[in-house]
Structure formats: C-alpha cells, structure tokens
C-alpha cells in the first residue's frame, strides 16, 4: 500500500512509501518507525564507537607507563565493544534495507545513510544527519588515536629489537686472523652454554 509521508526538502517532490514487512516478526511497519528505529541503532553505534575510542586512549595511556595488564585489560575489552558493534551494524544494515524498500530505493548499491537522509522529511533528514555527522567524527578520532597508537608500537617493538641485537654484539670476541687471512669473531661461551 503506497501512501506519501511527507515532502523531502532536497526535491520539494512529494516521498512516496509503503509499508514494509520486517523480516524478524513478519508484521507491516510503518517507515516512520523504520526511521526511528534507525535513529536509535545509529545512536547505538555512536556509543559503541565512543567506547572504543575510550579504550583507544586508556591503551595509550597504558603504553606511556607501561601497563602490561591494563593493556591487556583494554585488549579484552575491545573485543568486547568490536564484537557488539558488528553484531548492531548488521542490524542497521538491515533496517537501512527496509528503509530503502520502503522509500523505492532504486540504487545498485546498497543504501548509504547519507542517500536515504537526503530522502527523508523533516525532521528526521536533519536528525539523521545530525547523528550520522557524531557518528563519524567519533570515528575519524578513533582512527587517528589507532594509528598513533600502532605508531607507538611499532617504534617500540623496533626499539627491543635494536636492544637485543646491542646485547647479541656484547656476546662476541675477536679471534685472530682465520684461514683467509681475515679477522674473525665468533661468538663467546658462557656458564649457560657450557651447563647446556
């Protein structure tokens, strides 16, 4: 059953919609409940998003003063947070679909937030905007603390390896000239390789 829901304020046309039948319950939905629904799993996601950004600075923090278990604790934690921010995306994935069938969406791709916003009446365009807009600022901020973060490690695992290979070259002595005429070293024996 077509009927319209509002005037989109990108086109001034006129939104047509249908009801649509969630996959979950077999009911007829509303879009105006598929679009609160949306709504609602975005600001879902925003504070998934924002968690993981908290655990992205408390993992910072840990590698500043070196705080092997609070990094392991932020380790299990985030895949705490990963593991329900996939499980929601999907979810939104799915609303989103149902809120594309309902608007006629007639793209080859999927929806994207953004496209179904541009479609959407007032309120709800701007709100979803708006949300969307939180939504990825939060992530461009957990994206930079990740890579400094990585950044971080990186330097440090290159820093242990540099200690180790200084504390290998300690364990060498020179020996006179070999068979070819050149200087050789070889490596010293010590307590530990003598007891084996």
């Known amino acids: ?6 005037k989109s304020e990108m086109s001034g046309e006129a939104m047509q919609t249908q009801t ?19 709504l609602e799993t975005v600001s879902l996601l925003h504070e998934l998003l924002k968690r993981l950004l908290e655990l992205a600075r408390a993992k910072l923090a840990a590698m500043r003063a070196a705080d092997a278990e609070t990094l392991h604790q932020c380790a299990a934690e985030e895949c705490d947070v990963l593991e329900a921010l996939f499980k929601r ?6 609303v989103l679909a149902r809120l594309a069938q309902s608007l006629h969406w007639s793209g080859d791709e999927r929806a994207r937030l953004s496209e179904i916003a541009e479609r959407l009446p007032e309120p709800f365009s701007s709100r979803l905007r708006a949300k969307t807009a939180g939504l990825r600022k939060t992530a461009d901020e957990l994206q930079r603390k990740n890579r400094l973060a ?14 180790f290979e200084d504390v290998a070259r300690v364990n060498q002595e020179s020996v006179v000239y070999g068979p070819n005429g ?12 003598a007891v084996g």
């Open 1 to 6: 059953m077509n009927r319209t829901v509002g």
């Open 20 to 38: 649509v039948t969630n996959p979950a319950d077999g009911r007829q939905q509303d879009p105006g409940v598929q679009i609160e629904e949306l």
């Open 89 to 94: 995306e999907k979810q939104r994935d799915a």
């Open 150 to 163: 990585a950044d971080v490690a990186r330097h440090l695992h290159k820093h242990i390896r540099a200690v």
């Open 182 to 193: 050149k200087h050789e070293q070889r490596t010293r024996k010590t307590w530990v390789d």
